[in-house]
């Protein structure tokens, strides 16, 4: 059984601004018609809808498999948003969670928010920048990767939170190193096409 990808929409008041929350909107659209864009690649996938402004709540999906209207009010509580991925990490074992947000959430919300799920190893979280407002460097601090995708790079956001891994990257060797341990190479003779 694949591990479900939770697609968390964040729907508190900013979204409002500047048709964010209709954006919101239409990136869900994108990420429920996955499984007919590539059904090889992503024939498997369980992925689940949930708003979050001041707790977490199910997205109902229309009778069509649309993604309803979204409302945008109040403001987005972070320790509700660990509470809900603590609860679904302890009956999984494991979460992948692609958070759809401007960041307008307190600083201080982030430090109990990376406490609270700093224990956990097999959760990924990626964060997707909404709006030309959106605070990246808050977004960036939630993420498990500490990356942040703009909503045109959606597609990768997703296939980096159901297919990737947090596993630190080993910095590449200089090209300097590399031709110093590189075989020196033989010349061959040229071979005289006019004889």
Known sequence: ???????????????????????????????????????????????????????????????????????????????????????HLNDAGSARTLILSDGNFPNSDIVSFQNQLGTFSDLIIRTVAVGADADLFKLKKISTNNTVYLSENIASAIDSTIFGSDEPLTAPVSTARILESAPAETEEPEEDWDA
Request: hydrophobic share 40%; net charge negative; with cysteine.
């Open 1 to 87: 059984m694949k591990v479900p990808l939770y697609i968390i929409v964040d729907v508190s008041g900013s979204m409002n601004e500047m048709g964010k929350i209709h954006l919101q909107r239409n990136l869900c659209r994108y990420a429920a018609q996955l499984r007919l864009i590539d059904q090889e690649k992503y024939s498997g996938s369980d992925i689940r809808f949930y708003q979050w402004a001041q707790n977490v709540s199910d997205v109902a999906l229309q009778s069509d498999g649309d993604i309803p209207a979204l409302n945008a009010e109040g403001s987005s509580n972070l320790c509700d948003l660990s509470d809900f991925l603590s609860q």
